[in-house]
């Protein structure tokens, strides 16, 4: 077995700049998009798995009748009292696009806004649930970003799970959508309410920038794991530019390679060295994208079991990621979960959530 910088050092920065389109790094013609990208695998990628979309709990109904639909809900909350059964039923098997044309339909037909009618219904962490769900999920997103970086000290919870998470197409879609709700860029509302490596972190993602060229270079890999082990292990102190540089542009099967070339060259994984080498905010968000490239599934997994774990559940973390994961990859968290927890996810909501919120939860999931 190879020994710890038993490859010719490179010290960090040394190596080659990468060119604009070479394997594993930025391409200059990345595509946006308002959906999660769907990566694909090449010859020399890692399972497919690692990268595919995955699989949703709730997916568009056919046929999709949206007169029908915003009927149904009118009478739901039409007259003494709410059928909140009924809206569950509705709005929990509906994609997030089709709710829009729920709410289109509704507004064309009785001139009223269909969410302010279920905001006036409805009350609690249920009504916060339905208005995620009625919400366009890059607005929704957008929406938390502005709550964890505008409100009084900052959630770096939230910023860490849904910007180290993101894929380029749906950071430039929060973006858009920040700049559009707020009037100000997400980068700016970043850089004024976190600071030091974390703030350069959230700058770094917020370009979306990550290589879509799911080519692996091998030797690109090698050299890289060697910068990652100089700036870190092999030195006293730590270059966290070298983490950044490399966490945050190289693609997820280059990653998958990188890792692979560290684990290789050091006797243990990457996630090591982070924890021993950071501490703080920087660790919890560099920790977040290894995960993140390794297994998505299994690190929502984990974030939806911190969000119900100890004392109280942290309902506004539960209701995001639920609401957003399950027209994304909820059956694959779901068996991520199961396999590292012993219990399914539906267990744990039963056992931490009750009432209409539960059963609206359990519905999406399902």
């Not at 507004?107 to 916060?128: A, P, Q, R, V």
Request: glycine share 8%.
């Amino acid at each position: 077995p190879s020994q710890p910088g038993s490859y010719p050092s490179s010290q960090p920065g040394s190596y080659p700049p990468p060119q604009s389109g070479q394997q594993g790094y930025p391409s200059s013609n990345s595509q946006s998009s308002p959906y999660p990208q769907q990566p694909y695998g090449g010859a020399h990628s890692q399972p497919q798995h690692v990268y595919s979309k995955g699989t949703p709990t709730v997916k568009p109904v056919h046929p999709f009748d949206p007169k029908s639909d915003a009927e149904v809900l009118r009478k739901a909350m039409k007259g003494f009292g709410t059928d909140e059964k009924a809206i569950i039923y509705v709005l929990t098997n509906r994609s997030n696009a089709q709710r829009q044309e729920i709410a289109h339909q509704f507004k064309t037909m009785y001139g009223k806004d269909l969410i302010s009618n279920l905001k006036s219904e409805l009350s609690g962490n249920f009504e916060d649930l339905i208005v995620a769900l009625m919400t366009p999920i890059p607005e929704y997103q957008a929406k938390e970003l502005h709550h964890a970086i505008s409100g009084i000290g900052t959630n770096e919870n939230t910023l860490v799970e849904l910007m180290c998470s993101a894929t380029n197409q749906e950071i430039h879609a929060m973006r858009a959508a920040y700049e559009r709700l707020y009037h100000s860029r997400l980068e700016n509302n970043l850089v004024g309410d976190t600071s030091g490596s974390f703030r350069r972190l959230l700058v770094s993602l917020c370009q979306g920038r990550r290589s879509e060229n799911y080519m692996v270079d091998h030797h690109a890999a090698v050299m890289d794991a060697q910068a990652l082990l100089n700036a870190g292990e092999l030195q006293l102190g730590t270059d966290e530019s070298t983490f950044n540089a490399i966490l945050c542009t190289r693609s997820y099967p280059q990653l998958i390679q990188i890792f692979m070339e560290y684990q290789r060259l050091a006797g243990h994984g990457i996630e090591k060295a982070v924890k021993s080498e950071f501490s703080g905010d920087i660790e919890s968000g560099l920790l977040a994208i290894i995960k993140s490239v390794k297994d998505k599934a299994a690190f929502f997994a984990e974030q939806l079991h911190d969000s119900m774990a100890g004392a109280g559940t942290k309902d506004r973390a539960l209701i995001r990621m639920v609401a957003i994961r399950s027209e994304i990859d909820m059956e694959d968290i779901k068996r991520a979960f199961h396999h590292k927890y012993g219990n399914t996810l539906a267990d744990f909501i039963k056992e931490d959530c009750s009432g209409e919120m539960e059963k609206a939860l359990l519905s999406l999931i399902d």
